[in-house]
């Protein structure tokens, strides 16, 4: 059973930061490259970043570029979203998910992915 868990949210003044985690059990991690969307009150899902499976290469979407980054760690099956210098704007409920298909990123629109966690509430505010 696939199965997707995030967790590392919180409350944290502008600036700060804070690191996700997403636990992957029901398949291997390493198989698959995966994305982190998050999504705001009122607003869209959106896609912030993806690691691929094929080489580990990252993407990210450009306002959190220089400011997020996005690793794994293959013997505990768990990838993680680093977020640095956070903004208020970035204050959302965080997901991850598997790409659909391949082993590159595929863009970071929804369709593209499936399997999604419970998300983890980040909110930055001072």
């Known amino acids: 059973q696939v199965q997707l868990v995030e967790s590392g949210g919180g409350l944290v003044q502008p600036g700060g930061s804070l690191r996700l985690s997403c636990a992957a059990s029901?398949?291997?991690?390493?198989?698959?490259?995966i994305g982190w969307f998050r999504q705001a009150p009122g607003k869209e899902r959106e896609g912030v970043s993806c690691?691929?499976?094929?080489?580990?290469?990252?993407y990210y979407l450009d306002s959190v570029k220089g400011r997020f980054t996005i690793s794994r760690d293959i013997v505990k099956n768990t990838v993680y979203l680093q977020m640095n210098s956070l903004k208020p704007e970035d204050t959302a409920v965080y997901y991850c998910?598997?790409?659909?298909?391949?082993?590159?990123?595929?863009?970071?629109?929804?369709?593209?992915?499936?399997?999604w966690g419970q998300g983890t509430q980040v909110t930055v505010s001072s």
């Open positions: 029901g398949f291997t991690l390493n198989d698959y490259p």
């Open positions: 690691i691929s499976s094929s080489d580990g290469s990252a």
């Open positions: 998910s598997i790409a659909r298909y391949g082993r590159s990123c595929p863009r970071l629109r929804e369709y593209n992915y499936h399997y």
